[in-house]
């Protein structure tokens, strides 16, 4: 237990006498204050002043300097607020977005209109908050086209979008700004591959850079994968993560759209088709139940549901869907909400077992 130089008061005046210790910025938050019965005994950072001497001769009644061992504070992580208390007014310090995605050395934020000019120092501050972060990117529009990415500013430290990130023992080259990526997603991507058996075929319909299909590949060494994406920015990343993690053997990448590539290369070939392709997953449940062997398997289905009840409308939609396709939901083996996307948005999992 270390010893202070230390302000000890009777219990009665111990608020006034805090607060009088914070004025002065003596306050030593290292070490916790301690209390006896009838005293407190607040720890101070330095010997005191002549002013601080005066200044505790005015306000308090009875108070006396000693030296005293105490028990030292657990020490708090400091968040980017901490470091602009002095920079931002209190009804600004608030909105400073907490929610930050970490992709490797990358940190992604959000920045709310009204701190618009202090996204620069709000960078920064992560950087002092986050030592292992050396770029910021503030999203600067949304997920949008065919290849689900958007646009980002680097608001501190390196100009650059592009990083090595790691994942439940799987390396990754991603470039946020180039093909989409998302760490939010990380458990699905290790469920996922869990569920995966010996000796399947595998089907990704929407492959990305391939956080589904690398984990699979390097649990399952006798699993074959096909991975297609439209994206030929995606599929190069996709590629060079495949060799990184040593599964070339396993892992056929395609670039093109997963309609025109299930109808010309994979009809019928899988035991189990992944399909994180959210916003119009439903559309492509025709090429899901295609690429499914004659006598069916299993559908990993992404979807945003905008509804009270997100799990029974998907399920509504994707029966329907793959009803129409001549295949039928023999079972739902599992179905939950992933995440809350926006308000009352969710995304939703279902996966279906198909005959
Ligand atoms: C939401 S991202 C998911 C990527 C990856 N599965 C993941 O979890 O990170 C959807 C991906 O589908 C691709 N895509 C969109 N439309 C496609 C299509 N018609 N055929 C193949 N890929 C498509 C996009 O380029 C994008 O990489």
């Not at 006896?36 to 002549?50: A, F, K, M, Q, R």
């Not at 028990?71 to 470091?83: G, N, S, T």
């Not at 509804?307 to 029966?319: N, V, Y």
């Amino acid at each position: 237990m270390p010893e202070a130089v230390c302000l000890k008061v009777p219990k009665k005046l111990g608020e006034l006498a805090i607060r009088l210790v914070a004025e002065l910025d003596l306050f030593n938050r290292n070490l916790q204050i301690h209390q006896t019965e009838g005293s407190l005994y607040i720890p101070l950072t330095v010997d005191l002043s002549y002013d601080a001497f005066s200044v505790f001769e005015k306000s308090l009644s009875k108070y006396e300097l000693s030296v005293h061992n105490f028990v030292e504070r657990e020490k708090r992580h400091l968040v980017p607020a901490d470091f602009l208390a002095d920079t931002l007014p209190p009804d600004l310090l608030v909105l400073i977005p907490r929610a930050i995605d970490f992709v490797g050395d990358i940190a992604i934020v959000e920045i709310p209109a009204e701190l618009i000019d202090y996204k620069n120092a709000i960078g920064e501050a992560i950087l002092k908050a986050h030592k292992h972060v050396s770029t910021v990117l503030a999203k600067s529009g949304a997920v949008e086209g065919i290849y689900r990415i958007r646009d980002f500013e680097v608001i501190a430290g390196d100009n650059k979008t592009a990083t090595l990130y790691r994942e439940y023992g799987c390396t990754y080259y991603v470039d946020v700004a180039k093909a989409y990526f998302s760490p939010r997603l990380s458990t699905e991507h290790n469920r996922v591959a869990l569920a995966v058996k010996a000796g399947e075929t595998v089907v990704d319909l929407f492959a990305g850079v391939g956080p589904f299909v690398v984990p699979i590949a390097k649990k399952h060494p006798n699993v074959k994968i096909y991975a297609v994406d439209v994206n030929p920015d995606a599929v190069a990343f996709l590629k060079r993560n495949v060799a990184l993690n040593r599964a070339e053997k396993q892992v056929v990448p395609i670039v093109g759209d997963a309609r025109q590539i299930v109808q010309e290369q994979l009809l019928g070939k899988a035991d189990r088709v992944i399909m994180n392709l959210p916003e119009t997953s439903l559309e492509f449940v025709d090429v899901a139940c295609k690429a499914l062997k004659p006598e069916g398997g299993i559908i990993h289905y992404y979807c945003f549901v905008n509804d009270s009840g997100p799990l029974k409308t998907a399920k509504t939609q994707l029966t329907q869907a793959v009803t129409q396709n001549k295949r039928q939901v023999k079972e739902f083996l599992l179905a939950k909400s992933v995440r809350e996307v926006a308000p009352y948005t969710w995304q939703v999992v279902l996966d279906a077992k198909i005959q």
